[in-house]
């Protein structure tokens, strides 16, 4: 599982690759997201373009990041999804809880 955490302006961007799944990706990207939070971070864009793949304790893991976010007086907002990410967000219904974009550049630019 591969991140990188940049700045751009006052959005903070987490670039993810790799599988987000039970044990091998859900709590690192947690952990993540919760460190920025305690940083104080607001806006919060998850560029999810390399994630290969993700399972049902992925999708619990971008759950709780929202809801963390929320509980934080934060946003959370989900850019690049692959077509199966997109795809499973639609079957999941939690393509109208998330706000997504085509681009890391749209996503930052939205807040």
Same mark, same amino acid.
């Not at 976010?69 to 692959?82: D, I």
């Given at each position: 599982?591969?991140?990188? *955490?940049?700045?751009?302006?006052?959005?903070?961007?987490?670039?993810?690759?790799?599988? +987000? !799944?039970?044990?091998?990706?859900? +709590?690192?990207?947690?952990?993540?997201?919760?460190?920025?939070?305690?940083?104080?971070?607001?806006? +919060?864009?998850?560029?999810?373009?390399?994630?290969?793949?993700?399972?049902?304790?992925?999708?619990?893991?971008?759950?709780?990041?929202?809801?963390?976010? =929320? =509980?934080?007086?934060?946003?959370?907002?989900?850019?690049?999804l692959t077509?199966?990410?997109?795809?499973?967000?639609?079957?999941? =219904?939690?393509?109208? *809880?998330?706000? !997504?974009?085509d681009s890391?550049?749209?996503?930052?630019?939205?807040?």
């Amino acid at each position: 599982m591969k991140f990188e *955490v940049l700045e751009k302006g006052d959005v903070t961007l987490m670039n993810i690759g790799g599988r +987000i !799944t039970l044990g091998s990706g859900d +709590i690192k990207m947690r952990d993540k997201l919760l460190e920025q939070l305690d940083k104080g971070k607001k806006k +919060i864009v998850l560029d999810l373009g390399e994630v290969s793949f993700i399972d049902s304790a992925g999708l619990g893991e971008l759950v709780a990041a929202y809801t963390s976010a =929320r =509980r934080h007086g934060a946003q959370v907002k989900l850019a690049n999804l692959t077509k199966k990410i997109d795809d499973l967000l639609d079957i999941t =219904r939690l393509s109208s *809880v998330f706000e !997504t974009f085509d681009s890391a550049d749209d996503a930052v630019k939205s807040f």
